[in-house]
Each structure stands twice: as structure tokens, then as C-alpha cells.
């Protein structure tokens, strides 16, 4: 099973909206409405910000978003903050003998 | 505070075992998965395999079955990771997460990762 394909940076700047895509397969993304994304400052522990494709966990602030469109998930952030650099994770859940599949990263840096 | 504290970076030599732990604090792991994932110089994030806390049960990915094992301490709200005969490829930063209640397929608390490098 490959990983999820992610452009491995995106750039903004401050205010802006960027997105971010996550790419999968008909085994993955595309079966299951069960996308995630992470946020990881680095040397922190990873925060989860998008669940079941499109659903914000509470406290997440509403600037994130997620969506998706057959294979394809995607992640945008709109008002793009200096607080918003950071890497970002897709992970799809797989189901059989793979179980889970993460993204490739996307680092994301406001200009 | 609510974390998940794993332990210390570590250093073994090829074909050592290595033994991660991830202590839960002020969150409880009765009623959740815990995973455990690792990501390697330069790559991605690669899912190794969960634990049950309370019932023991436990998948491991085809990738690590054979060389991992992974186990929990309800008593001391601890999971651990054991990956045997190490090779250079498992240098990496792992890390454990706990799955949201409800078998809900993402993972709403992580450690703060682990790094262990294996070399001669």
C-alpha cells in the first residue's frame, strides 16, 4: 500500500487561503469517509484537526476545513496565520491488512 | 495536563530490541486503541500497529509482524512497543497516539515522539 500523496510544501500569506491535497486510491479515500488531518509543529506532538473527511474537532478553530472528491481529500486553511506554519498529515483508514495509510506531508510556510 | 509522555531517545546497535513506552496523563485509555506509527528521515508517517489497553487484543502491520510486539499496563495507563532484530532502517521518530472513542479511526491525542537511531 503507498502512502498518500501530498505536494510537499504549500506557501502563503498571512490572510490568504491555501489548500492542501491529499491523494489516495478506491481502496482508501475513496471507500471510506474517514480522512484526518494533522497538525505538527515541530518538536510537539502532532494535533488533530479534521476528522471523518470534514468534521473539526472542538476547540479547532474554524479556519480549517475539509473536503473531499473521489480519490482525493483535501485540506484548506483560510486566513493563514504565522501560528498556522507548520507540517500537515492526511491519514486515511484502510481497512483489511493495511488498516491505516498517512500522507506523505505537506510543510506549509506563511510568507 | 492532559498527554500522552513517551520515553527517552535511544541508540541501539543493528540486530538489538528496543522497548518504547507512552505513559497516558490526565487522560484515561480504557475504551480506546492505541497505535503506534513511525516516521523516518525524510518520510512519512508509517502506521506499525495497535493495542487494546483493556483487552490485550492486538494488529500489528504485516510490515513489522514478527518483529514487534506491543502491550499495555492498565495500572499504570502505559503502553509499550518492543521492535526486535533493529536494522538501520528503523531509525525514526515514533510516535503513539490514542485512538477517539468509539473505534473512530483517528487519533485525537499524541506523544511527543520517540527517536531512536540504530547504528553500529
Known amino acids: 500500500q503507498s502512502a498518500l500523496t501530498q505536494p510537499a510544501s504549500v506557501s502563503g500569506s498571512p490572510g490568504q487561503s491555501i489548500t492542501i491535497s491529499c491523494t489516495g486510491s478506491s481502496s482508501d479515500v475513496g471507500t471510506y469517509n474517514l480522512v484526518s488531518w494533522y497538525q505538527n509543529h515541530p518538536g510537539k506532538a502532532p494535533k488533530l484537526i479534521v476528522y471523518e473527511d470534514n468534521k473539526r474537532p472542538s476547540g479547532v478553530s474554524n479556519r480549517f476545513s475539509g473536503s473531499k472528491s473521489g480519490n482525493t481529500a483535501s485540506l484548506t486553511i483560510s486566513g493563514l496565520q504565522a501560528e498556522d506554519e507548520a507540517d500537515y498529515y492526511c491519514c486515511s483508514f484502510a481497512g483489511g491488512n493495511i488498516h491505516y495509510v498517512f500522507g506523505t506531508g505537506t510543510e506549509v510556510t506563511v510568507l | 495536563q492532559v498527554q500522552l509522555v513517551q520515553s527517552g531517545a535511544e541508540v541501539k546497535e543493528p540486530g538489538a530490541s528496543v522497548k518504547l513506552s507512552c505513559k497516558a496523563s490526565?487522560?484515561?485509555?480504557?475504551?480506546?486503541?492505541m497505535h503506534w506509527v513511525r516516521q523516518a528521515p525524510g518520510q512519512g508517517l508509517e502506521w506499525m500497529g495497535t493495542?487494546?489497553?483493556?483487552?490485550?487484543?492486538?494488529t500489528y502491520s504485516l510490515r513489522f509482524q514478527g518483529r514487534v510486539t506491543m502491550t499495555s499496563d492498565t495500572s499504570t495507563s502505559t503502553v509499550s512497543l518492543e521492535l526486535r532484530s533493529l536494522r538501520s532502517e528503523d531509525t525514526a521518530l515514533y510516535y503513539c497516539?490514542?485512538?477517539?472513542?468509539?473505534?473512530?479511526?483517528?487519533?485525537?491525542?499524541w506523544g511527543q515522539g520517540t527517536l531512536v537511531t540504530v547504528s553500529s
Open positions: 490526565g487522560i484515561t485509555l480504557t475504551n480506546h486503541f
Open positions: 493495542v487494546h489497553p483493556d483487552t490485550i487484543t492486538t
Open positions: 497516539m490514542r485512538e477517539a472513542i468509539g473505534a473512530a479511526k483517528n487519533f485525537d491525542c
